[in-house]
């Protein structure tokens, strides 16, 4: 078998129970929207059986669930644009962010059913989507005034969480806690960032993301320190080994130069697998349990390693790209890119296996 992600179901479950911990008064959203961060939403879904309401970023992605028998709450954090997509929410028990006066002006437009649940987005910061903290209460009220049933929770989302010495993540929290000064409903502010490092920012709910599939929502450091596991490992095999003469340019570009006669190996994955092009020659790779650099670019179906400290290596041996042994913070680092990225890029070319 070549490039395939192993999904410790195990671990993703403990990582639920690390934000319990973490936040042990507030109810738990776990957010698994872009295909549970590349890891297979439904498979995700089913592992985290003890909650009861997931958010998704679309309603395309909360019809996937509904469809698949899911039937828990599912919160779509963009809302809906028209219509149909209202009645289709409200037909499917699906829960809506409501973060624009377009979408308030809709609901007021339209007679629905039954009950719906909604969050009101309050934009503290981000500058992306939601109201103005002025405006929340108004809003607020003509939702509360709205022909239809409404049960109302407020919303926030953090900018800079993930870097703890900024001080907007602070400001934040007050100008939505302000904001909803005298409104009596439920609260959320906190996504993984502030669930691991703002305790007073878990209110009522928490959404975790990041965190859920054991990677560090900071900036810096890695999963072990916040005592999450990996919940994906991604591995392939190495297809060949070669002995290579100081001098020689290995890959397209001929961008790396051998400094010596050495041993180089050939992985194979590529960035047609979801492996970051733009991994540096340096990038650490697993092999047999040893840390080797990538060389010269990454290609579509493989890449080269440097053997020189792992002469042991055979053709047939595993490498693993990032996960259980190499975490996948110090491989996005080398790419100039985040975990989130690298987890929601893997194609399907990649075999995943549910353990
Ligand atoms: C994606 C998202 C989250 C989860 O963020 P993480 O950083 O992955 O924990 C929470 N809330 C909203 C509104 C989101 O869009």
Redesign the pocket.
Known sequence: MRARALINLEALRYNLRRVGEYAPRSRIIP?I?ANA?GHGMHEVACALNKTDTF?V?TLDEAMLLRQAGNTKKIVV?QGVNDKNELLQASQENISLVLHHEHQVALMESVDLQKAMDIWIKVDTGMHRLGFEPKVTRSIYQRCRQSRNELVIRM?S?FANADDTSDELTARQLQSFLEACHGIDTEKSIA???G?CGHEAAHLDWV?????LYGVN?FSKGTASELSLQPVMTLSSTLLSVQQRQRGDTIGYGGSWVCPDDMLVGVVSIGYGDGYPRHARSGTPVLINGTKVPLVGRVSMDMICVDLSHCPVATVGDEAILWGEGLPIEEVARYADTIA?ELLCKLTNRVKFVYY
Do not use: F, W
């Not at 959404?207 to 965190?211: K, T, Y």
């Open positions: 957010v929207k961060y958010a970023a954090l919303m989302h996504n993984s960032a669930i959404r975790p993301g990041i965190m929502p989130y």
